[in-house]
């Protein structure tokens, strides 16, 4: 089955950025619309965007919009989550999902089937 991993996280500082990045062996990303949640202690999940399986175009929310983006490497079968200009926020673990629907234009699924064990981003000074 479909297994996820997420990589990249870390400690930056506020202002910052940091690259995570979402692979899956054995299994062709680009076939799959790909979300990004993140999720910070006592709190549920919060969605952050995502990018479709159909021709590329992606959606943020509102509260990422403009400071975050998300791509494809197809040769490196790896979706991208590039964040910009970092918030001081409790530490938060941030997740990717696939799911094999497909997607058009820029509305995001509204589930995802696939999700990886998560990276941990702590923005502080």
């Known amino acids: 089955q479909l297994q996820l991993v997420e990589s990249g996280g870390g400690l930056v500082q506020p202002g910052g950025s940091l690259r995570l990045s979402c692979t899956a062996a054995?299994?062709?990303?680009?076939?799959?619309?790909i979300g990004w949640f993140r999720q910070a202690p006592g709190q549920g999940q919060e969605g952050i965007g995502c990018?479709?399986?159909?021709?590329?175009?992606?959606d943020y929310a509102d509260s990422v919009e403009g400071r975050f983006t998300i791509s494809r490497d197809n040769a490196k079968n790896t979706v991208y989550l590039q964040m910009h200009s970092l918030k001081t926020d409790a530490p938060a673990v941030y997740y990717c999902?696939?799911?094999?629907?497909?997607?058009?234009?820029?509305?995001?699924?509204?589930?995802?089937?696939?999700w990886g064990q998560g990276t941990q981003v702590t923005v502080s000074t």
């Open positions: 990018i479709n399986n159909s021709d590329g175009r992606t």
């Open positions: 999902a696939a799911n094999p629907f497909k997607q058009y234009g820029s509305t995001c699924l509204a589930q995802y089937d696939y």
């Open positions: 054995g299994f062709t990303l680009d076939a799959y619309a």
